[in-house]
């Protein structure tokens, strides 16, 4: 799980938000809760580009250090980097026994996990 702040801001009846760690990544909403899940998306998208890149996702600033005015609100978005992207199958070869102790463990997901984990992408970019 990785977080952003975005600077959500209130113009012409409807919202729009930019994310100050990521140059480029914008969305826009006409409510509150809807410039909210736009977000999420947009975030999605910019961060599985990253991803696919092979490059380390942007530091995420402390939203405490976000300055806003009038209407506009600071808020983090999160995104949940193992569900980014398309899944491919793999097949991979392992000590029997194993392979049942990861079954009991939700193989798919642990593996994910544990890939993350050792490619140093898990906790990148989250500050909470």
């Known amino acids: 799980m990785v977080i952003y702040p975005a600077i ?11 994310f100050p760690d990521l140059k480029g990544c914008f969305s826009q909403g006409d ?7 736009n977000a999420k998306e947009a975030l999605d998208c910019y961060l599985e580009s990253y991803l696919e890149k092979g490059e380390p ?4 600033s402390k939203i405490t250090d976000i300055k806003t005015s009038g209407k506009d609100f600071a808020t983090y978005i999160e995104c949940d980097i193992s ?6 199958r793999k097949n ?11 079954e009991k463990a939700y193989f798919s997901q642990t593996l994910q996990e544990s890939l993350l984990k050792k490619l140093g992408i898990s ?4 500050t909470k």
């Open 83 to 88: 569900n980014t992207g398309k899944s491919v």
């Open 57 to 60: 996702l942007p530091k995420a």
């Open 8 to 18: 959500c801001h209130f113009e012409d009846g409807g919202y729009w938000c930019e």
């Open 31 to 37: 409510t509150e809760a809807e410039i909210v899940e």
């Open 92 to 102: 991979i070869t392992l000590p029997e026994w194993l392979c049942r102790r990861a």
């Open 123 to 126: 906790a990148i970019a989250t």
